[in-house]
């Protein structure tokens, strides 16, 4: 079992979490890219960053590449400017839609993470600890429009020696997501209000990051999932895809 410290910002808490002013966690007992980095020179100071994150880690250096506009087509209307930057890791297919998973760097916690070890009492992730920030690039592969709910397409890294029910800690904190300049939500505050569907139609593409302790060398596994729905919002459970593709952090 594992508390959490504060409420999770990512994704909502899988079954079996209990509220006790934290939450706590029950522990439990795709197919493969070869990484490849993005080939193209930094443009700026938090690609500067990134790649001296990167450099530190062991990763190939992690340059930023911005793509897809409003004006083309390429980015949804709701979405953030697409930001495609690190070192692939894998690409998952899940029905229409593919995510390559990208490590961008790392960076210092800048405070606790949402985990509590009851063994412990100690943080999972702890202020100082290392942190490895990914990059999510989610592409509608398909040829009819998909439309989505508030959690758009779900990823959901796991290491393999984690042992408990829950997705796995993280730190937020939009300070560092700009550092390493990746988009630490999916939606466009300032294309809002935001009302379900939201429409990604084929070939468009959105990207998000987010970032957990930094195993080096460790095994991972990228649950990557999605639920349509229809016109007014409503999830059409019955249409679900899903795939897991795995990888290894560098």
Known sequence: MIR???PQAL??????AVVLGAVSLSGCGGTDDAAES???????????SAATAAATSGATPSPEVTGGTDADGTLPPWARPLVVKGTKLTTVKA???SVDVYQVGTETASKSGQFVDPATNKPIIAEGDPLVFVNYVVKNT?????ALGFSLVDVSPRYDDWKYVQGMDSVVDQTLFEKVGINSD????????????FTLAPGQSYSVGENFRYEKGQGISFEVSYVPVDAAGKLLHD????????????
């Open 4 to 6: 959490r410290t504060r």
């Open 11 to 16: 994704r909502a808490a899988a079954a079996g």
């Open 38 to 48: 993005v080939d193209h020179e930094p443009t700026t100071a938090a690609t500067t």
């Open 95 to 97: 029905g229409a839609v």
């Open 142 to 146: 398909g040829t009819e429009p998909i």
């Open 186 to 197: 999916a939606l466009d505050p300032g294309k809002g209000p935001h009302k379900a569907p």
């Open 239 to 250: 249409q679900k895809a899903e795939a897991t593709g795995k990888a290894k952090i560098g």
